[in-house]
């Protein structure tokens, strides 16, 4: 549990005792920007001489021990807090599906090569012969001499046959080509159309659990007071509580937020630095907003708005809450 500082403490027990800071003020004669200072732990506003004595009046007015203040506060001035380191941020890793394999297409065979002698080639050849070998004269009439050397028509057979045997390998190594194909492509689809449906439905799941996770946030506050001071109880609230403050004016107003995880969160909104937003540190049971103006000014606990009709003052205001 998150110790509670000294501003805690004095505005802890000045709500316990039913007192504003303009009561305290008439007591100990100390103005309130002092009071409020002191409240949020920002000592270094008064002057450095006055501190001490101004933490022994608002404690005896407030029902505390001004020895045990006055020593905490001592203690803290001698011992400063460590400074946080700043947290390195992780780069989640990324992981892609594998490609779809793609089938291998076969390799086109190459067609046989058929060598065809025909009868003129081997009517050269044999004629080539006789002029190599041993001179022969030529006997018989010259009708008996054209039908020896004409050509038989019957013998063309061969090619045509072998011909359509070239064609038809052709045709089935191209249908084979096709058909590989075509079943590489609907592979390919079908994979796709897999992929695609399982991540809409991981998109939808995680879109569902974003909604329940986001509904069962919603804390449930009630809120008392009036003036410049309203207490709100909030209950149901999920870790971390997160307090978002936004700012719709034109002039700008001064905000802070008390016992976040930074420890104390202010700044003043603008047009240009419409929202404030912060976490409370884990285990915090109470925090203080601060406001320097209330108009156009609008609160959200956990995305919850809060109900700040109750609020008739339009400057500095306190806002208590109670975390249960």
């Known amino acids: 549990m998150v110790e509670k500082t000294i501003g805690d403490l004095l505005r802890e027990n000045r709500v316990k005792s039913h007192l504003t800071l303009s009561d305290i003020e008439e007591r100990s004669g ?65 992981t892609f599906p594998d490609k779809a394999e793609v089938p291998q297409i076969a390799e086109k065979p190459e067609a046989p090569v058929v060598s065809v002698t025909t009868e003129e080639e081997k009517a050269s050849e044999e004629d080539s012969s006789e002029k190599e070998g041993s001179y022969k004269p030529i006997t018989g009439t010259r009708s008996s001499r054209y039908r020896q ?52 439905s991981s998109s939808s799941t995680a879109s569902s659990s974003t909604s329940e996770s986001s509904s069962s946030q919603a804390p449930t506050i009630t809120t008392e007071g009036s003036g410049n001071q309203l207490m709100a109880t909030i209950s149901g609230a999920t870790a971390p509580v997160e307090v978002s403050i936004s700012y719709s004016g034109q002039s700008g ?58 609020l008739t003052v339009s400057d500095l205001t306190y806002i208590t809450l109670t975390i249960q």
């Open 30 to 94: 100390i103005p309130s920007h002092y009071l409020l200072a002191l409240e949020l732990d920002q000592f270094t506003i008064l002057p450095s001489e006055s501190v001490e004595s101004c933490l022994l009046k608002y404690a005896n007015l407030v029902g505390l021990s001004p020895e045990t203040i006055l020593a905490k506060y001592r203690g803290e001035k001698e011992t400063p807090l460590p400074k946080e380191e700043p947290k390195q941020a992780v780069t989640p890793e990324v």
């Open 149 to 200: 050397t004409e050509p038989s028509k019957g013998n063309s057979w061969p090619i045509v046959v072998l011909s359509a045997v070239a064609a038809a390998i052709l045709a089935f190594v191209a249908y084979t080509v096709w058909t590989q194909t075509s079943q590489g492509q609907k592979m390919t689809a079908s994979s796709y159309s897999v992929t695609s449906n399982q991540t809409s």
């Open 253 to 310: 107003s001064w905000v802070s937020v008390t016992n976040t995880e930074a420890g104390s969160t202010e700044a003043t909104l603008n047009s240009a630095n419409p929202t404030l937003t912060a976490n409370l540190a884990s285990g915090t049971t109470s925090s203080v907003i601060t406001l320097g103006m209330t108009e156009g000014i609008s609160i959200t606990i956990n995305g919850q708005t809060l109900d700040m009709s109750a």
